[in-house]
């Protein structure tokens, strides 16, 4: 079982809803990441969180907005969404900002936009 | 040039064969290297790191050559439980760069 939790596990959305991706760690993790991922494609880096302050915005649209309430918890809020941002979205973190090279990964939220 | 780059596959080999994979990288200052696997629709999971003596976890062997910027991984006596893509994954200590993966079948 992984030690990072995601939820929901799936999401369908059209793309006027707003709705949030949640993921949550406590192993003390003081690094935090969303990827995205699309089928048969490496995971793409979205945004990185250290120390619960926004590090690196990999030129992410605005529709997609991250959120870090407190060491343990990071959210991504999504708004106006594109069917092109349908994918697996993926949480991880590490001790510190790529600190040794392992992310632990949560499952990823398999997100449909209609 | 890609950053990292993998042959993607698929490698189809049957039960108890041995099969590897190569990984090139770019960056000559890249500091960190490792092989993560990932099971069709799950997350990745660290595999192994690899060391620049290289490394061996059971039947899994990773090497490092820095010279000519590759990192490989071996597998020996491949199981039906293997089959999954193999991303190889680059730390520069500025960023965690994915190669696209390779993509192993094992057959009965």
């Known amino acids: 079982d992984t030690e990072v939790t995601q939820t929901p596990k799936h999401l369908v959305m059209g793309m006027t809803n707003k709705k949030s991706l949640k993921c949550e760690q406590h192993?003390?993790?003081?690094?935090m990441y969303w990827y995205k991922q699309k089928a048969k494609k490496p995971p793409e880096l979205m945004f990185v969180?250290?120390?619960?302050?926004l590090s690196i915005n990999e030129s992410v649209p605005s529709r997609f907005s991250p959120e870090c309430p407190n060491s343990s918890l990071l959210n991504l809020h999504l708004h106006a969404l594109q069917p092109e941002d349908s994918a697996l979205y993926l949480c991880?973190?590490?001790?510190?900002?790529w600190g040794t090279g392992e992310l632990f990964f949560g499952e990823g939220s398999r997100l449909t936009v209609l | 040039r890609k950053e990292v780059e993998q042959d993607p596959g698929p490698f189809n080999v049957p039960e108890g064969a041995t099969v590897a994979f190569n990984c090139t990288y770019s960056?000559?200052?890249?500091?960190?290297f490792f092989w993560y696997r990932q099971d069709c629709r799950k997350e990745p999971k660290l595999l192994m790191s690899?060391?620049?003596s290289g490394n061996e976890d059971g039947r899994f062997t990773a090497q490092l050559n820095r010279a000519s910027q590759y990192i490989s991984l071996l597998i020996r006596d491949s199981k039906l439980s293997d089959s999954a893509t193999y991303l190889c994954?680059?730390?520069?200590?500025?960023?965690?760069?994915f190669g696209s993966g390779t993509r192993l079948q094992v057959q009965p």
């Open positions: 991880a973190s590490s001790q510190r900002m």
């Open positions: 960056n000559s200052a890249s500091q960190s």
């Open positions: 690899v060391y620049s």
């Open positions: 994954v680059v730390n520069s200590g500025r960023a965690l760069t």
């Open positions: 192993m003390g993790h003081r690094a």
């Open positions: 969180y250290s120390y619960e302050k």
